[in-house]
């Protein structure tokens, strides 16, 4: 078998389908809006909507994962494409929140499961080394999609009405995912290759696990840092997902105008892309579990800034970093359980770690939304979110140095 370089063809193809696929984290905000403004409903119940995805997702990715690890991707993909479609296309039409629950709720949820997990735990199969990189350029793609569609999705607005701009971005998911999906393959041995590094001495490789080995999923949960990365995510997610479907609705209620409100998702998206190109570099030379306390700490610096820093060059400056960190966490979220539990059963192994991420994406945001509804304010929801990523900064460090005596490796 000779080595091609495919890894890095599934990893941009990768990118480019997260990049549309996320549409369904970075315009939700844009539409909160001008769905509570038309049909007067609470910021708090219409929030349960991504809520429901997220619970959706984790049930259905128990499921999924399973099928990708066995399949690969391809099959799912294209389901996720149709439901992503499907899902725009139906919430051009709701007139009853229920219809909203539905529509964004279960087919997004559905499609995140159909989608997410089968790429991503991909990606790790296809490289001995620079796996943190190869992860971090696919997920690129969710922070071309973080710059690009809000202000897309608030200009078509705009232009169109929210109605038609629904319509427009399902047609749009529908052309180019379905499509690209063809193209994904679920590992090199499925086409006679190796992966990339493998004809590398051992020295030579940085993986702390080989390409199809690693822990089955009822060893991964005997270990106790499963369980604490777990608590990490629930930490991390919670807040992210708050900042998603709340933060343009708080940047309009200070007073910036709609389009610049919008416009802060694309600053978090494109800061995003930075750290996700940056971190992978800067995993391999220092370590991923100092990697991952690193992505924390710019965590806990933007979201202080949020709580006592007021006023709109703070919110900006805020923006910037929070999506620093979001895009040097998101690679660790595979990095991790790739290092310490290797990639045989990787599938599984993050759709029961991404239990403990829908359980933060689920509560957290109707609870921010709550607390406006009974505030008028989100500062103390903001409060709640830092305190929860502090939390999860404290949980890498004790899974930096947690002595590990099962078989899986360290990710120092």
Request: proline share 5%; charged share 10%; aromatic share 12%.
């Amino acid at each position: 078998m000779k080595r091609l370089n495919y890894g890095w063809v599934i990893a941009a193809l990768g990118a480019i389908i997260f990049s549309f696929y996320s549409m369904r984290f970075n315009t939700f905000g844009v539409f909160l809006l001008p769905l509570t403004d038309q049909f007067h409903w609470d910021r708090g119940a219409l929030s349960w909507a991504p809520s429901f995805a997220a619970i959706v997702s984790g049930l259905v990715s128990l499921y999924s994962a399973k099928l990708s690890d066995k399949y690969g991707p391809r099959i799912l993909v294209t389901v996720a494409g149709v439901m992503i479609a499907a899902s725009f296309l139906l919430m051009s039409q709701v007139s009853e929140l229920w219809q909203v629950y539905l529509a964004w709720g279960l087919l997004m949820g559905g499609a995140q499961a159909c989608i997410y997990i089968p790429i991503i735990s991909s990606i790790p199969r296809w490289f001995s080394i620079r796996r943190s990189t190869a992860i971090g350029i696919t997920v690129l793609g969710f922070g071309i999609g973080a710059v690009a569609w809000p202000p897309v999705t608030q200009s078509l607005i705009d232009a169109f009405g929210w109605q038609n701009a629904c319509l427009i971005l399902g047609i749009i998911n529908l052309a180019v995912i379905i499509p690209l999906a063809q193209f994904l393959k679920p590992d090199p041995e499925s086409m006679g290759l190796l992966p990339y590094g493998a004809d590398l001495s051992p020295q030579q490789q940085t993986s702390s696990v080989p390409a199809n080995t690693g822990l089955s999923l009822r060893e991964a949960i005997k270990n106790p840092r499963f369980w604490i990365f777990g608590m990490v995510l629930l930490g991390f997610f919670s807040c992210l997902n708050v900042m998603y479907v709340h933060i343009v609705a708080h940047a309009r209620d200070i007073g910036i105008s709609p389009l610049i409100a919008a416009s802060s998702v694309s600053i978090i998206g494109g800061m995003s892309i930075i750290g996700r190109l940056s971190i992978g570099p800067i995993s391999e030379k220092i370590g991923i579990g100092k990697a991952l306390c690193l992505s924390l700490t710019l965590g806990i610096i933007a979201m202080s800034l949020l709580v006592w820093s007021p006023g709109e060059w703070a919110f900006f400056v805020f923006a910037a970093i929070f999506g620093l960190a979001y895009g040097t966490f998101v690679p660790m979220e595979t990095a991790v359980p790739a290092g310490m539990f290797g990639v045989k059963s990787l599938g599984i192994i993050m759709a029961v770690l991404g239990l403990f991420t829908n359980i933060g994406i689920a509560l957290a945001p109707p609870i921010a939304g709550a607390i406006f509804d009974a505030t008028g304010r989100y500062e103390d929801a903001f409060i709640i979110c830092l305190g929860l990523v502090s939390m999860a900064f404290i949980l890498s460090l004790v899974l930096l140095r947690l002595k590990d005596k099962a078989k899986s490796p360290n990710i120092n």
